[in-house]
């Protein structure tokens, strides 16, 4: 990093641990004291937060069609113009928000979000991006970039969240839809991880790439409901976490052309109690094994790595929102494996849609409520 650009990330940092400062609420944790301060609420079902450089505040998108940005002092602007028409049906709605890698070039915004069939019945999920204006009041020349086809949800299991890797490429990791089956179907793209180009193109050196009958969008399959997404900032490598059924929420560390076994695999249970009917068991030949299982779901949501210097009892920590379960999950790693899980914010009695950790070290948390809120967590100093 250079001296201006390390003196600029400084300085923005200062601004937005400053600026957002509240008067906190404490909580006790493992780690020490935690502070949880609103930065804002009155926020619809809000699904995802991106920050935006320079000190510009956030992105938070809204699950019933409205994205919005906070300022710097936690004011909520009204809803940016430009913005797709959404299927707000069930779990579905206007979804994640990510920058493009070169954003302080284009300016463009990647949204995710349900959208219906032409005769409105079903939906699928779909990904597009825009320019933010300068204003930032409207999305210019929004494009949709992606569609999941065929599209078969009639409001569940839509996934989805988005991560660009070190290289540029767009993931966007889906749900099935719930539509068991299509997991496993390689000529759709339920259950599926999908690897783009930045303009929704296909890289030509995608897994299944020229294969008949095989969608070659696909980097990997057989996973269930994917609604936590990261990029692990030591090694590169994409992660994602999915819902089980009734227990068998997972983690995966996504590899080219791996079957990750929904539903001929999982820790989970039908949610009558019977099993499910295509599963093998919890171990299957053949198929990739998830990194970490919770056998009793919190189901889970966003997902976020620990990588800054601001509170270093976090170091090389996972932290991941659950809905049910009403917490935020910190997950202590050592040698590649989860060595330790605390359960947080559980004092809050809030359903975590989405965690990430913002550029002053702080993490920044969404609940996803009628009178949903922004919270900034850390530890007392």
Known sequence: MGRKTLIATLCATACLSTSLHVSAATYQSEEGTLTVDEVVGGLKHPWAVAFLPGNKGMLVTERTGSLRVVSPDGK????????????????????DVVLS???????MVYLTYAEASADGQTGGTAAGRGRLSPDMTRLEGFTRIFQQQPKLSVGNHFGSRMVFDQDGYLFIALGENNNRPTSQDLDKLQGKVVRLNADGSVPDDNPFVGQKNVRPEIWSYGHRNQQGAA???WNGTVWTNEHGPMGGDEINIIERGANYGWPISTFGINYNGQPIPESKGKIVEGVTNPFHVWEKSPAISGMAFYSADTFKPWDHNIFVGALAAQVLIRLELKDDKVVHEERLLGELKARIRDVRQGPDGYLYVLTDEDDGKLLKVGLAQ
Do not use: E, Y
């Open 76 to 95: 909520l602007s009204a809803p940016i113009s430009g913005v797709p028409k959404v299927w707000v049906q069930g779990q579905g709605g206007l979804l």
């Open 101 to 107: 890698p070169d954003f302080a070039k284009d300016r």
């Open 231 to 233: 990029l692990n900032p």
